[in-house]
């Protein structure tokens, strides 16, 4: 049964989410859905899901098949990935390959093979204590501060600072995966075809 706190905070964190796929299609090629394109990779980010008492969400990366032919290639270049990302700071909680076979129109099959990252945060990670007291003393002093926002979920101001700081945390963790994801993905491609 999911607790009150955990159904706020994964609003507030889809809000964060929701923020940057149009920060990103809006810097990028903008594709259907929560996708858009840089250097000839689709990437997308997924809407957050509340899993016991942590948020989840994933990101994933198309294997750019028209440059990478064989499927040996396109395992060699997953492996590449996996071993940086399994490395990385803000490690995911898992790095799978996934292939999607995908028909619109029933009489063609298109075949795409994803890296797909997924992100585990407990809840009591996504905000700080010190910094939520800071931001709160300053609304409570008649400071206004555009990211709080005015929620009627939450019965308190400092509530309310709690929900604007997890949708900030949210949207500064995504975009960080994001931007590490992007630059691995450059990484490989760069090792791949030199």
Do not use: C
Request: proline content about 4%; hydrophobic content about 35%; charged content about 30%.
């Amino acid at each position: 049964m999911p607790t009150l706190k955990g159904l706020l905070f994964n609003q507030y964190a889809a809000e964060g989410l929701s923020a940057l796929v149009e920060e990103m299609q809006s810097s990028y090629t903008a594709k259907k859905g929560r996708r858009f394109n840089n250097n000839n990779i689709t990437y997308e980010i997924s809407r957050p899901a509340l899993k016991g008492n942590a948020i989840e969400f994933e990101i994933s990366s198309k294997i750019p098949e028209d440059e990478i032919k064989t499927p040996k290639e396109m395992q060699t270049y997953f492996d590449q990935m996996k071993k940086i990302l399994d490395k990385s700071k803000n490690k995911p909680a898992s790095i799978e390959r996934e292939n999607i076979v995908w028909d619109s129109k029933k009489d063609t099959e298109k075949k795409r093979d994803y890296v797909k990252l997924l992100y585990r945060y407990p809840l009591d990670d996504l905000f700080d204590n010190k910094v939520v007291a800071t931001r709160h003393e300053k609304v409570m002093s008649g400071e206004t501060d555009p990211s709080v926002p005015d929620s009627a979920s939450a019965f308190t101001k400092a509530g309310q600072v709690v929900l604007g700081v997890v949708r900030e945390t949210m949207q500064q963790r995504g975009r960080d995966s994001l931007t590490e994801l992007m630059e691995v993905n450059k990484k490989v491609k760069a090792a791949l075809k030199g």
